[in-house]
């Protein structure tokens, strides 16, 4: 299955090492963890959020590369955390970091969850249905994926990439 991540430019598409800058699903030094979104709008979204990016004039300083990621088998195991702690802010961050935390104490290697950055629905793609046209709502879904991966292989989509013009407005933003 096909999964979607945006870097810098200057680095790989997954982090290597535990070195790794804290973020939802893992505090410092409990890297590498990776996430992934169904959608590219989810993988800019999640940028946008994060750099909190509002201004549709602002996308054309970006330049990151957007990764086509195949995962032969993503997690089954979803995200049992209620779904105002999975789209929270910064200070559900501990929350979910310690379910994190759990799960891999356990041995899962990752696990599924609603993604935070795009708004409900938002996840819809698009169609060409008499010129282009959206596609049904959907929400769109993260990947968390622990440990290393070397057995992942991607595939750069675009490496001057920068975000659609429509995006901000979609984006659940803190």
């Given at each position: 299955?096909?999964f979607?991540r945006?870097?810098?430019?200057?680095?790989?598409?997954?982090?290597e090492?535990?070195?790794?800058?804290?973020?939802?699903?893992?505090d410092v030094?409990?890297?590498p963890?990776?996430y992934?979104s169904?959608?590219?709008?989810g993988?800019?979204a999640?940028?946008?959020?994060?750099?909190e990016i509002?201004?549709?004039?602002?996308?054309?300083?970006?330049?990151?590369?957007?990764?086509?990621?195949?995962?032969?088998?993503?997690?089954?195991?979803?995200?049992?955390l209620p779904l105002?702690?999975?789209?929270g802010?910064?200070?559900?961050y501990?929350?979910?970091?310690?379910?994190?935390?759990r799960?891999?104490?356990?041995?899962?290697s990752?696990?599924?969850?609603?993604g935070?950055?795009?708004?409900?629905g938002e996840?819809?793609?698009?169609?060409?249905?008499?010129?282009?046209?959206?596609g049904e709502?959907?929400?769109?879904r993260?990947v968390?994926l622990?440990?290393?991966?070397?057995?992942?292989t991607?595939?750069p989509?675009?490496t001057?990439?920068?975000p659609p013009a429509?995006?901000p407005?979609?984006?659940?933003?803190?």
């Amino acid at each position: 299955m096909i999964f979607f991540r945006h870097a810098d430019p200057r680095y790989p598409f997954l982090w290597e090492t535990p070195d790794q800058p804290p973020a939802r699903w893992h505090d410092v030094g409990e890297g590498p963890v990776h996430y992934l979104s169904d959608t590219p709008d989810g993988a800019w979204a999640e940028f946008l959020r994060h750099e909190e990016i509002t201004d549709p004039e602002d996308l054309a300083g970006i330049e990151r590369t957007m990764w086509a990621v195949d995962i032969p088998a993503p997690p089954e195991r979803r995200s049992g955390l209620p779904l105002a702690v999975v789209t929270g802010g910064p200070g559900t961050y501990a929350r979910c970091r310690r379910y994190a935390r759990r799960l891999r104490a356990e041995g899962e290697s990752g696990f599924s969850v609603e993604g935070a950055a795009l708004q409900r629905g938002e996840a819809r793609g698009w169609r060409v249905s008499r010129g282009l046209a959206p596609g049904e709502d959907r929400n769109g879904r993260v990947v968390v994926l622990f440990g290393p991966r070397p057995d992942l292989t991607g595939w750069p989509a675009a490496t001057s990439g920068r975000p659609p013009a429509y995006l901000p407005e979609r984006v659940h933003h803190y």
